[in-house]
Nanobody, 127 residues
Framework: QAQLVESGGGSVQPGQSLRLSCVIS????????VGWFRQAPGKEHEGVAI????????AYTDISRGRFIVSQDNPPNTVYLQMDKLKLEDTSTYYC????????????????????WGRGTHVAVSS
């Protein structure tokens, strides 16, 4: 098992930036993929960004593309989510999660494929 701890959340105004961090410890064989997800009250989990840690290949969704950047330290003990141009609708609790690669060598967006989750950090965007 791996342990994940998120930090960096807070309250900001629209247009401002935040940098979230996810510190990963414990097992190293389950962190081939590290993803950022978010969940607002009453809503389902939404995928935000994924990084394949062996080669730092990244993927984004419509939520994050062009505004957010996922990156990592090497070795990948910390994964970051730089969030720029924040919008009101970005208000949510953000979670990082780690898991193995799929049989095809890629990371999946399906939350159930991530075996280890942090407890989340809250981001509030308000004017």
């Amino acid at each position: 098992q791996a342990q994940l701890v998120e930090s960096g959340g807070g309250s900001v105004q629209p247009g401002q930036s935040l940098r979230l961090s996810c510190v990963i410890s414990g097992a190293t064989d389950v962190r081939d993929c590290v993803g950022w997800f978010r969940q607002a009250p009453g809503k389902e989990h939404e995928g935000v960004a994924i990084i394949r840690t062996r080669d730092e290949v990244t993927a984004y969704t419509d939520i994050s593309r062009g505004r957010f950047i996922v990156s990592q330290d090497n070795p990948p003990n910390t994964v970051y989510l730089q969030m720029d141009k924040l919008k009101l609708e970005d208000t949510s609790t953000y979670y990082c999660a780690a898991g193995p690669l799929g049989s095809d060598g890629y990371c999946s967006w399906r939350p159930e494929t991530f075996t280890n989750w942090g407890r989340g950090t809250h981001v509030a965007v308000s004017s």
